[in-house]
C-alpha cells in the first residue's frame, strides 16, 4: 500500500483513502487494477504516467464523478458511492471542499458569458450574492481575466478557456484542489503562469493534487509524486526528487523518449523526461 504522510499534525486522518481499487470502462476496458492510496491535509501530489495509465480515472474517483467497480474509495472516512451523492447535504459540502479542473476546459464553460461560468458554481451552491461579488473581483485580479468577463467561451483562446476554468473553480475557495493536466496544450508563458498560480502562497494550505506527464512541472508543484504504470496501478512513490533522478523508472514507464539532434555534422541522441513543451520549443 502506498502511504502519503505529510507533516505530523496530517498523519491521522487521511482525506482521501482508496483500498484495492479497481475500475473499467463498460466493464470492458481496464482503467485501475488495485490502487491503494491515502492522500492527507496540506499535501501536493502529483500523479505522473503516460497516456492511457489511468491518471484521470484516478481523479475522476477522487471527485465522486465515476465509481469504483471494485474496493472502497473514502472522502474522510465515508464512502464515496452513488448513494452518498444522493444526500443532498453531503453532496454540495463534498463540492465546496473539492474542486476539480478538467483536462479539457469545454467541460467547465457551457453559459452564455465567462462571468456567467465563473459563479454558476457558488451560485448553485447557496453561496450569498455579496459573498460572490467579493469572490469575483479577487478571482479577477489573481487570473487577470476582467477583459474576458463579457465575453463567450468559443471566442476565448486554448489558454483563456483553462483560466476561466481554473477561476470557476477557485472562486468556490475549496480545501482540496484537483487539477487534470493542467498545462496540457499551452504555449510556454501561459503554462508558466498555470504553474504560478499551483505553487502561489494563497495555496500553501490547501491539498492540491494534479495528474500530469509533464514532469518539468512536477518538482514544483509536488512534494509527493506518485508514479502510475500501464495496468492501472501505482507502482512506486516518494519525493519528487526521487522519482525524477530515476532514469530506469521512466524509461520503462513510458516518461522518457529519446530525441536526436545535429550538431554541425554529427548526430546526438539524448534521453528527455517526457514533456508537451518539447513540440513547442
Not at 119 to 140: Q, W
Request: hydrophobic share 40%.
Amino acid at each position: 500500500m502506498v502511504n502519503i504522510y505529510g507533516s505530523i499534525d496530517n498523519m491521522h486522518t487521511p482525506l482521501f483513502s482508496l483500498k484495492d481499487v479497481w475500475f473499467s470502462y463498460l466493464g470492458k476496458i481496464p482503467a485501475l487494477s488495485g490502487v491503494d492510496i491515502d492522500i492527507y491535509p496540506g499535501q501536493k501530489v502529483s500523479l505522473v504516467g503516460a497516456n492511457g495509465s489511468g491518471k484521470s480515472t484516478l481523479l475522476h474517483l477522487l471527485d465522486g464523478l465515476i465509481f469504483a467497480d471494485r474496493g472502497s474509495v473514502s472522502f474522510l472516512a465515508k464512502r464515496l458511492e452513488a448513494k452518498a451523492f444522493a444526500d443532498e447535504k453531503f453532496d454540495r459540502e463534498f463540492r465546496r471542499r473539492v474542486g476539480f479542473v478538467f483536462q479539457n476546459p469545454d467541460v467547465q464553460l457551457f453559459c452564455p458569458t465567462v462571468k456567467e461560468d465563473i459563479v454558476f458554481g457558488p451560485l448553485h451552491l447557496g453561496f450569498e450574492k455579496n459573498e460572490i461579488s467579493r469572490r469575483l473581483e479577487k478571482i479577477i485580479g489573481i487570473l487577470d481575466i476582467g477583459s474576458l468577463l463579457d465575453r463567450s467561451a468559443h471566442q476565448l483562446s486554448v489558454g483563456e478557456k483553462r483560466k476561466v476554468a481554473i477561476a470557476s473553480t477557485l472562486i468556490i475557495e475549496p480545501d482540496i484542489l484537483i487539477f487534470d493536466e493542467p498545462t496540457a496544450g499551452l504555449d510556454p508563458q501561459t503554462s508558466r503562469k498555470i504553474i504560478d498560480l499551483l505553487v502561489d502562497r494563497s495555496l500553501e494550505s490547501r491539498t492540491v493534487i494534479t495528474s500530469t506527464h509533464d514532469l518539468h512541472i512536477v518538482e514544483e508543484i509536488s512534494d509527493v509524486v506518485c508514479v502510475l504504470g500501464q495496468k492501472g496501478r501505482i507502482i512506486r512513490s516518494g519525493q519528487p526528487g526521487s522519482i525524477l533522478s530515476d532514469a530506469d523508472l521512466l524509461a520503462e514507464n513510458n516518461l522518457a523518449h529519446i530525441h536526436s539532434h545535429r550538431h554541425k555534422d554529427k548526430v546526438h541522441v539524448h534521453e528527455h523526461a517526457h514533456s508537451e513543451h518539447h513540440s513547442q520549443e
